[in-house]
């Protein structure tokens, strides 16, 4: 309707219901979370480490609330690095089998529209009794690491703490100061000691970073779009530059997840795992290579595909972005899946790893609100709180519901693509094409950060050439975005 505002919220909400998820808790679920009183324990069980006057810190999105994971570093005599990484102990208050636990297990993840989020947990946990705030005292399972010089972790241990984020930081501005573009973010600033607390880590990310490249582990570029959004209308589409502080972030991650799938399977459990198995196209990865004059082997291998990528990247960081998209589909989709004490490990492709769950983020998975209790009992010696029956069903449905997720997402993303264009019809643009078949041939704009389609004079165009494209019509609703190629 002229003049009339499109209401994005809306449009997201309606994608949520269309995708099968309930975007308002159920009465039982907010009647529960008022039973919640304000505050964790403020002092730690006598069996529980008090590590609240380590210099803890987090690093998340600038807009970040509901904080899963806080970090800590010290070098330690023979130069090797203790890296302790604390997740928020969510199983703490959200017990299993609750009217809350039930709900987040129907949910599976958080969404993450641009526009609104829509919390797995109900936001005074997530946001706040759970979120490992600053100034909070919480409760956390700590994975504590050894890293040695080469970058591998010779050591490792799990254990329930009482932790208190000294600094709540942000990638962007923490990733400028660690890259000398910048001054130090306030947080750290007003902290003793976490100037070289976060100098130390980002050591520690770097060593981490080089084994899981002589590994193999595959790098890709993405384009992400962040909306600017002012009195409900979205003004501008941005995208962050990726950083160092994100490069911190990713390592100790990986580093975690890949210690918790060890941890268990050396205490005899039953785990969900994330994988991603090794592709079926590989014969189509290697003829992509074969483009650009690199033979990959016949078998397989994940380490000359990463330095594959790595030169592309390095080569042509322009179009970078859409070979990786273009890996990624031919890698296939990533999966939860059971596993049994003792099975062989199915692994993650991309990360060049056999032991991987996800477990890091426990306010906005449930595959990770599962794994922590499995990790519960294992520090404990306490029985199993899941089958290997159970587990299967929780990991096929968490895999059905995080696709379903990223659908909701995507989906987003173009429609608030197209509110911003539908101002600029008939403006020409560059761009670059992304996709040439019958179904359609597609443009993704070099500076607005936008795809759409090619319906006008499409022929004689395809993947990797470099277009003129106008602008012609959109469809916000659906998200369309139909362009004239300029001959």
């Known amino acids: 309707m002229p003049g009339a505002l499109f209401d994005l919220e809306a449009r997201a909400r309606r994608a949520m219901l269309d995708a099968g998820f309930l975007p308002d808790f159920p009465p039982e679920v907010l009647a529960e979370t008022q039973e919640f009183k304000s505050a964790v324990q403020a002092s730690p069980k006598p069996q529980v480490r008090d590590l609240r006057h380590l210099a803890w810190s987090s690093i998340d999105n600038d807009t970040s609330r509901d904080l899963d994971q806080v970090e800590y570093a010290e070098r330690l005599s023979d130069d090797s690095i203790r890296l302790l990484v604390g997740i928020a102990d969510v199983d703490s208050l959200v017990s299993k089998g ?3 636990d039930r709900q987040a297990g129907l949910e599976s993840t958080s969404v993450y529209t641009g526009v609104k989020t829509f919390p797995m947990l109900p936001t005074e946990l997530s946001t706040d009794l759970t979120s490992l705030s600053e100034g909070a005292h919480r409760s956390a399972l700590v994975i504590e690491l050894r890293i040695i010089g080469s970058g591998e972790v010779d050591c490792h241990d799990v254990y329930p703490a009482c932790i208190l984020n000294c600094a709540k930081l942000a990638y962007s501005s923490t990733g400028a100061w660690l890259e000398g573009q910048g001054p130090t973010p306030a947080p750290a600033a007003k902290t003793q000691g976490m100037e070289a607390q976060l100098r130390l880590q980002l050591e520690a990310s770097g060593r981490l970073r080089n084994i899981r490249k002589q590994h193999g582990t595959l790098s890709f570029g993405s384009i992400e779009p962040t909306p600017v959004i002012e009195h409900g209308e979205v003004k501008d589409l941005t995208v962050r530059k990726h950083n160092v502080a994100e490069d911190i972030i990713e390592s100790f991650m990986v580093a975690a997840n890949v ?4 941890f268990l399977k050396e205490k005899g459990s039953v785990s969900i795992r994330r994988v991603v198995k090794t592709p079926k196209r590989w014969d189509r990865i290697q003829a992509i290579a074969a483009q650009f004059g690199v033979q990959l ?6 380490r000359p595909l990463s330095d594959f990528l790595e030169r592309r990247k390095l080569a042509d960081p322009v ?15 990533g999966e939860y899946v059971a596993e049994s004490p003792g099975a062989v490990p ?7 790893v056999q032991d991987y769950t996800h477990s890091t983020a426990p306010n906005r998975r449930y595959a990770d609100l599962v794994t922590q209790r499995l990790l519960k009992a294992a520090t404990g010696n306490l029985s199993v709180p899941y089958s290997e029956t159970e587990l299967g069903q929780i990991a096929a449905h968490c895999t059905e519901r995080g696709d379903a997720a990223r659908k909701v997402e995507r989906l987003m993303r173009k429609v608030i693509a197209a509110t911003v264009l539908s101002k600029r019809i008939g403006e020409i643009f560059e761009g670059i094409i992304t996709g040439a078949s019958p179904k359609g041939t597609y443009v993704r704009l070099l500076k607005f950060p936008a795809e759409g389609r090619v319906t006008r004079n499409p022929q004689g165009i395809d993947v990797g050439d470099k277009v003129r494209v106008r602008l012609i019509s959109v469809e916000v609703d659906k998200g369309f975005i139909d362009f004239e190629n300029i001959i």
């Open 319 to 333: 179009h970078f972005p859409d070979l990786s998209l273009s890996i990624v589909k031919l890698l296939g989709p």
């Open 346 to 352: 199915e692994g993650h492709f991309g990360l060049a």
């Open 98 to 100: 609750s009217a809350i």
């Open 259 to 262: 210690t918790m799938a060890k």
């Open 297 to 302: 082997p016949n078998t397989p291998d994940a």
